[in-house]
């Protein structure tokens, strides 16, 4: 009698299950079914306004007002987003009619009740719209209620648009925090067109999280070289903090420099740097130095290398040079593993080295 009930038991899940997985099946389909109609749909609307919207908008009077109110609520709808979309790919005087017809769609008003938001989503959404409209933002309350780095990097973004470069990178740099990609790429974007911008900025770098200043460090590294003697000034401070990461972001930085003078900046110590306690600061030295013209560099890097402890740093100094100095007869030691650069990897997550045949195992201690 048990085994019975058991069985039913088992009979009804097997029922209960097969008609959910029809219902669901059943209910995804009928979604499908309907986005697809919809987005049909969406697509003739779209196919009927963009004629008008390009003949009004290559007009001199493209009197939009008259127009809209003339149009169904749901044309009006569509045609917000083809606008909004519009406004992210055109230009020129086309551009200033589209942005003329967001604000008869009151676009612009829509855009600053979302900055006022209490919802992230709407806040950043308020905010790219404003920027791509060119409307006025008023800096001061955007800053003011920026809550998220994102948020600040937008406004930069409209800061750096409006020539108000230093400003943005203070906005930017001024937390003290790690930057997310976008604000990054912004900061970037300001930076690479003139480096001393960031400079002015950073009085205070000691006192900033150590990956913030690595990241600005990066961006120093990836802009056209500009003789500016406060850059150079500020990597020389850099290349004796405390910090290791700190140390050989400021060695990497030097890669422009040296790219385009072919030797380092004035009063740099190049004994210290090839000499650093750290292995990562000493491989990012033998990488970049090595590309330095001046002889009295090459051999200072040769008879350091001589004395190099470390296996990560014979390696780099020997593969280096031979790029650059083929006439060099230092020999990289023998690898049993395929091996990565440290600027290619985080440095904790290396790989051990094996031990050479014959040599007991030992682990190198990694600053």
């Not at 959910?20 to 099946?25: A, E, M, N, Q, S």
């Not at 306004?49 to 809209?68: C, F, G, K, Y």
């Not at 400021?250 to 292995?279: H, W």
Request: charged residues 30%.
């Amino acid at each position: 009698m048990i085994e019975g009930a058991v069985a039913d038991a088992y009979r009804l899940f097997a029922v209960l299950s097969a008609a959910g997985l029809v219902t669901t099946g059943t209910l995804l389909v009928a979604i499908s079914v309907t986005r697809h109609y919809r987005d049909r749909y969406v697509e003739s609307v779209i196919g009927d306004l963009r004629p008008e919207i390009v003949a009004r908008a290559t007009s001199d009077d493209p009197e939009w007002v008259p127009w809209i109110t003339e149009l169904s609520f749901v044309e009006r709808y569509v045609l917000r987003r083809e606008t909004r979309k519009q406004l992210e790919s055109v230009s020129g005087a086309y551009r200033e009619n589209i942005s003329t017809l967001a604000v008869a769609l009151d676009i612009d008003t829509r855009a600053r009740r979302q900055l006022a938001s209490d919802n992230e989503t709407h806040r950043h959404r308020g905010l790219v719209t404003l920027l791509l409209l060119d409307a006025r933002l008023d800096v001061d309350r955007g800053i003011a209620t920026a809550e998220t780095q994102y948020e600040r990097a937008i406004i930069a973004r409209h800061m750096q648009d409006s020539g108000d470069r230093s400003r943005a990178v203070e906005l930017l740099v001024e937390p003290g925090e790690p930057l997310p990609g976008f604000a990054l790429y912004t900061l970037y974007r300001i930076v690479r067109q003139n480096p001393a911008t960031l400079i002015r900025e950073t009085p205070a770098w000691k006192s900033w999280d150590t990956t913030l200043v690595v990241q600005l460090l990066s961006i120093l590294r990836r802009v056209e070289w500009v003789e500016t003697p406060e850059v150079t000034s500020w990597l020389r401070v850099c290349l004796s903090a405390d910090s290791p990461a700190i140390r050989a972001g400021a060695v990497n930085a030097l890669e422009p420099y040296i790219s385009a003078t072919g030797s380092v900046p004035p009063r740099l110590d190049i004994d210290s740097v090839l000499l650093d306690p750290s292995i990562r600061v000493r491989a990012a030295a033998f990488r970049q130095l090595s590309d330095v013209d001046d002889l009295r560099t090459q051999e200072l890097i040769r008879s350091i290398a001589d004395r190099e402890p470390s296996k990560i740093g014979r390696h780099v100094v020997a593969t280096e040079l031979d790029r650059n100095h083929p006439e060099t007869d230092i020999q990289p030691p023998r690898w049993s593993i395929n091996w990565r650069a440290p600027w290619d990897l985080e440095w904790e997550n290396q790989p051990l080295l094996a031990p050479e045949e014959g040599e007991a195992e030992r682990r190198e201690v990694r600053i």
